[in-house]
């Protein structure tokens, strides 16, 4: 009796060692991910004297770090022009993705493919590329140095993947939803904002997360255009100017970085909710 227990729990394991070696590696990859965000996090909220010590202790509590981070060293200012030109990027893209999403994917204007094309032989050129005559053309304008320089090119950038996901997910969509629309006399615009922007939220949901991710992290532009002016800084490059001026002030530096992590995660959360409501919400079947 005891050997065939003993032969079941064998069995049992050979079965579900594939999920257990599953569960195991994910839970190693979590702790692997996670455990440099618990670092810093608690770094933020410990004494300069504490980390010095024991940096991996948890002793020396002081929240007075993102006291100091937000006011004393223009974090909040910083994380002003971030949100500005986040935001507003976020908001341009998403309008020109349903846009042309709609035009390529619904209208299938004549030359619509070569539109889509050139859209997607964008991809090919980097930014370290267009950088220099986007900087001369500034220059000519006289944005340099200003919130201007960060806001246009975050807002009128070409997003080839948003418009190639989009087009191909409206693409999908059979025509006699639209035509049933057009009988009740549905116009273009009525047929764009009630069926396919619906629709489209789980690509716009997409969209919004990378370019936020994007636009938020982005260090290498502002550095070129307003390091002249730091009152136009955002969080990247003020972290760094900071650094540089305040080396050893680790607490809260690190409570700048946790400043500059948190509106990621948020908007991460959002509009992954989004996401999943959106390709519930928008299932057709064919």
Known sequence: MTDKKTTDVIKNIHK?????????????ITVLV???????????IREYAFIVSNP???N?????NYVDAWARSRFSQYFVNSVIVASLAVVAHVFFVAIFSFAIGTLQFK???????AMLSTMFITGEVTSVP??????????LNTLYALIIPAMFGVDAVGVLLGSNHLRKIPRELREAAIIDGASIPRIFWSIDLPLLKPILGLVAILVFQGVWSDFLWPLITVIG????????LGLINFQSQNNAAFGVLSAGLVILTVPIL?????????????????????
Do not use: C, H, W
Not at 34 to 40: A, D, G, M, S, T
Not at 60 to 64: A, D, K, S, V, Y
């Open 16 to 28: 579900n060692l594939p999920r257990i070696l599953s569960f195991l590696t994910m839970m190693i």
């Open 34 to 44: 996670l455990y440099p965000i618990i670092f810093v996090f608690i770094t933020s």
């Open 56 to 58: 991996f202790g948890i």
């Open 60 to 64: 020396g509590i002081r929240l007075e």
């Open 111 to 117: 030359g619509s493919k070569f539109v889509l094309f």
């Open 134 to 143: 986007m900087f001369l053309l500034f220059r000519e304008l006289d944005f």
């Open 229 to 236: 002016n730091q009152a136009a800084y955002t969080l990247p």
């Open 266 to 286: 948020l908007v991460y959360i959002v509009f992954s909710k989004q996401f999943i409501k959106g390709v519930g919400a928008g299932a057709v079947k064919g």
